[in-house]
């Protein structure tokens, strides 16, 4: 099993300011299978990159993600007041798909 | 738009069956892999199992023994059946949309929380 792990568990930052999440695979996953979901208490995940780089649809362009192999990142360039919450990558490089523990974005 | 209406028992006792069916509503059944995921209280997302239009399933190893995912494709319908449940197994519980190529989850159901409790 493909182990992802994410850092920081918990990012305190305010509105305005840069957000960089990070997600370590224990093993090499390609670009294509790797995605990141932002997760809000009472709501479904929702997809914001998907092969590593690519946003999905409706997306706002302050995110954006990069990376490959065994690292990749998350970037908020400038935090929005709704833009607090979970954060997950995910593979499905090699079965089971797994996600990472998630990275907490707070207000600070 | 392709929605995700799910629905099944929420509150069931230990070494009972978990029974949870997702609709699929606005989109093409085929093509996709269609997902379970779910949410223990305070814990993270973890992926259940799917099945593609032809029956065809994969499974998360932990839960193998356990999980049976079934499609009833002229209803557009998927449904998940977790048996033997214990407390382990109160989460919510999500089906999703996976693409067939890139792996990613990009339609999601609301969520039904699910409670095993004595």
């Known amino acids: 099993e493909i182990v992802l792990t994410q850092s920081p568990g918990t990012l305190s930052l305010s509105p305005g300011e840069r957000a960089t999440l990070s997600c370590r695979a224990s093993?090499?996953?390609?670009?294509?299978?790797l995605a990141w979901y932002q997760h809000k208490t009472g709501q479904a995940p929702r997809l914001l990159i998907y092969?590593?780089?690519s946003m999905a649809t409706g997306i706002p362009d302050r995110f954006s993600g990069s990376g490959s192999g065994t690292h990749i990142s998350l970037t908020i360039s400038r935090l929005e007041p709704e833009d607090f919450a979970v954060y997950y990558c995910?593979?499905?490089?090699?079965?089971?798909?797994?996600f990472g523990g998630g990275t907490k974005v707070e207000i600070k | 738009q392709v929605q995700l209406h799910q629905w099944g028992a929420g509150l069931l006792k230990p070494s009972e069956t978990l029974s949870l069916t997702c609709a699929v509503y606005?989109?093409?059944?085929?093509?996709?892999?269609w997902s379970w995921v779910r949410q223990p209280p305070g814990k993270g997302l973890e992926w259940i199992g799917e099945?593609?239009?032809?029956?065809?399933?994969n499974y998360n190893p932990s839960l193998k023994s356990r999980v049976a995912i079934s499609v009833d494709t002229s209803k557009n319908h998927f449904s998940l059946k977790l048996s033997s449940v214990t407390a382990a197994d109160t989460a919510v519980y999500y089906c999703?949309?996976?693409?067939?190529?890139?792996?990613?989850?990009?339609?999601w159901g609301k969520g039904t929380t699910v409670t095993v409790s004595s």
């Open positions: 999703a949309r996976k693409d067939y190529f890139y792996h990613y989850m990009d339609v």
């Open positions: 606005g989109g093409s059944f085929s093509g996709y892999y």
């Open positions: 099945i593609n239009h032809s029956g065809s399933t």
């Open positions: 093993q090499s996953v390609s670009s294509s299978y």
């Open positions: 092969g590593a780089s």
């Open positions: 995910q593979q499905y490089g090699g079965s089971p798909l797994t």
